[in-house]
RNA sequence: GGCGAUAUCGUCUAACGGUUAGGACGGAGCCCUCUCAAGGCUCAAAUCCGGGUUCGAUUCCCGGUAUCGCUACCA
């Protein structure tokens, strides 16, 4: 190896060290929410369009509100997202001496100090609103006096061994500047900001010191998280100085609301990614309203395929004033993807979600295979969710289904049907050929003969055979039904359409 | 209360000093039609308010207002 190659290796060992590297870092204390689940896609399509690296790390450090059950579910979230990590997950819990270590690091340089107040509970947000005037200011946290304890005293407490939380030690004076992606170039004034814990009495890291200590130690490039943090982002600035590493670039991304423009929560319907998951979305569908919820290309194009929200991802895309999740935009993508997909990818989530309904049939999957996809491609522009091929398409995949009330009562009035349906059960067992024209020209023949609108028989066909009123044109369905089965239906129908 | 951020149709957004303020969802209507969708076309719908700066402000500055966030030994 000349000396040409070991400069060529270097410098492809800078250019890799150089690509970014993210995190998603949720808690367990809930499910993946929408909000999580956004974080989780940007910080991905970042990582991905950049050729970087996505880092799952679970930040379960809150003993109290922490519950492990919910990782798995959180990490279910993920993968049905399609968002896979590259590393990870770490656990804080695991962690926890890099942390302390990290907290005696910062006593011993003097940017942090040791605290043996009584921890304040949390008021709650309504504690400081209600005092009236002249005591409203009472709720304020007063500021900790431990910080200029005299040496002597420092020691007695030692001594006694009192429960000791530890505070960083914020400068009085000067600002504190940090560069934020989405909302520019950012500064405090310290003096604004408390003397937050560190490291609580019972030697947990708080979320400040833990995420700002595994993000130095994990590289992290990019921190790119809720605008819930933006407020709080000046005290990581403060910390990674202290500890002495650079700055990552942040990224606030702006926060999803409900319809009442308060935070998005669980009185606002389904919140969870699993929900819409149950509820027959696809994943695709799903990335692709999430990523245009806080983010957009600048241009016109909505249906963006998760290749392409890659290719196109960029952090100044990000919007900076929050959003309202509009359910009915989601629902208007999913029908897009049902309808736009490459029959092939649609046909993998149909065949689950007729398994989960108990329909499926393994020749659907074999010699029955062109019959099932067109069968599919037949239905889904009128589908909304998955579950719509095993409910309202059900007699496409089952002989056991009913007839709609409202169908009946709109197309099975007429009292000349029995006669009609029979007549046409007849003439349609009667065909050689079983194809789309023939089906039609039979049909329209007997209407002429009985001098009725041809509508009036197909509406009431569409009922008899698919038990709806809303259905795919009525000769291309019974061309997919087949004869036998329509001719059946008819039949089977007959004593309902007259005592209807 | 303090600090901060944000402000374009009902909703998601485009515009980066000059446009009849564009697109999408949703709404209304028309076309297509055997139902319902899909699709096509059309319509209604917005620059929070007030001051500046400028020949010219959605865009830049200031004030107000509203909303959201932070102000925890939660994250």
């Known amino acids: 190896m000349d000396l040409f190659q070991i400069a060529k290796g270097a410098a492809l060992r800078m250019a890799a060290d150089s690509k970014p590297r993210v995190r998603f870092a949720p808690s367990p204390t809930g499910y993946l929410h929408v909000g999580g689940a956004r974080t989780a896609l940007f910080n991905w399509l ?32 993920l993968r049905w997202l399609g968002v896979q990590w590259d590393e990870g997950p770490y656990f804080q819990s695991q962690r926890m001496d890099l942390y302390r270590a990290a907290a005696e690091r910062l006593v011993a340089s003097g940017s942090a100090f040791a605290c043996y ?55 009085r004076t000067g600002v504190t500047r940090f560069e934020d992606a989405v909302f520019g170039p950012r500064e405090v004034q310290n003096a604004e900001i408390e003397d937050f814990v560190l490291l609580r009495s019972s030697g947990v890291p708080t979320y400040q010191l833990g995420a700002v200590v595994d993000d130095i130690d994990m590289r992290i490039t990019h ?145 029955e295979r062109e019959w099932f996809a067109h069968t599919v491609d037949l239905l889904r522009p009128r589908t909304r969710l998955l579950p719509d091929f095993a409910t309202w398409a059900r007699a496409f995949f089952s002989d ?58 197909i509406n009431a066909t569409r009922v008899a055979i698919v038990g709806r009123a809303v259905a795919p044109p009525l000769f291309e369905t019974m061309v997919v039904l087949g004869k036998d089965r329509v001719v059946s239906r008819l039949r089977r129908a007959l004593p309902h359409v007259a005592a209807p």
Request: hydrophobic share 40%; net charge negative; with cysteine.
């Open 46 to 77: 970042f990582a991905r369009h950049e050729g970087g690296t996505f880092i799952l790390r679970v930040e379960d450090t809150d003993v109290e509100r922490n519950k492990p059950e919910l990782v798995d579910g959180i990490l279910d979230g």
């Open 400 to 457: 056991d289904f009913d007839y709609d009330a409202e169908a009946r009562a709109k197309f099975w009035k007429d009292h000349k049907l029995p006669d009609l349906l029979g007549k046409l059960a007849a003439a349609l067992d009667a065909l050689a050929d079983w194809n789309h024209d023939a089906c039609d020209h039979a049909l329209r023949a007997l209407a002429e003969a009985e001098g009725v609108k041809a509508g009036l028989l």
């Open 117 to 171: 107040c009584k921890a304040i509970q949390y008021a709650g947000a309504d504690a400081v609103v209600e005092g009236e005037e002249g005591a409203e200011k009472a709720a304020r946290t007063p500021p900790c006096p431990c910080r200029d304890m005299a040496p002597a005293e420092r020691q007695e407490k030692e001594r006694q061994g009192l429960p000791r939380a530890i505070r960083f030690a914020t400068p």
């Open 223 to 367: 921190i790119i998280r809720g605008a819930d943090h933006l407020s709080n982002t000046p005290k990581q600035a403060l910390l990674y100085a202290a500890l002495g590493a650079p700055a990552p670039i942040f990224a606030h991304v702006p926060l999803i609301l409900g319809a009442d423009r308060t935070r998005l929560s669980k009185r606002h319907g389904a919140t969870s990614v699993g929900s819409y998951s149950e509820e027959g979305f696809l994943p695709e569908a799903f990335r692709n309203f999430l990523a245009l919820l806080g983010w957009s290309t600048g241009s016109d194009e909505e249906f963006l395929r998760t290749s392409e929200l890659i290719a196109r991802f960029t952090l100044s895309g990000i919007s900076r004033t929050n959003a309202i999740f509009d359910r009915p935009k989601l629902e208007w993508f999913n029908s897009q993807y049902l309808q736009k997909l490459p029959l092939e990818e649609l046909l993998p989530y149909v065949k689950a979600e007729l398994q989960r309904a108990g329909l499926w049939r393994d020749a659907w999957d074999a010699a």
